[in-house]
């Protein structure tokens, strides 16, 4: 698991660095923090919406929608949390990563100002 965190936040990185260059044109600090804050959060998101599903916060509406909607029998029917991915640690790590290396970006540049 280790070395899949790591594997993500340099993948995590090296897209923060293409979209700088995609959308500033061209690789400073500011256009880091910038874009590592809006991938860091989209990371963390997802970590937390998995895990609120993988919760089973949400399979009572979600039986009801199976019932309402289709006539199926009970046993054909699974809940929310079966459904979802279970994969939400390693993008939370690295969305972690990436916002805390935003931060140490932030203070670098607030100093130098």
Known sequence: MIKKS?????????????????????????SYINVSFVIGAVLILYAMAGY??????????FYSFQYFFSRMSNRDRQPLSELAPQHYVI?????????????????IYYFSL
Do not use: E
């Open 52 to 61: 609120v599903i993988k919760g089973r916060f949400f399979d009572i509406v």
């Open 91 to 107: 993008p939370f790590i690295t969305g972690s990563t990436a916002i805390v290396l935003m931060l140490g970006s932030l203070l």
């Open 6 to 30: 790591f594997v993500w936040i340099a993948i995590s990185q090296i897209l923060i660095l293409l979209f700088c260059f995609i959308f500033y044109h061209r690789i400073n600090l500011l």
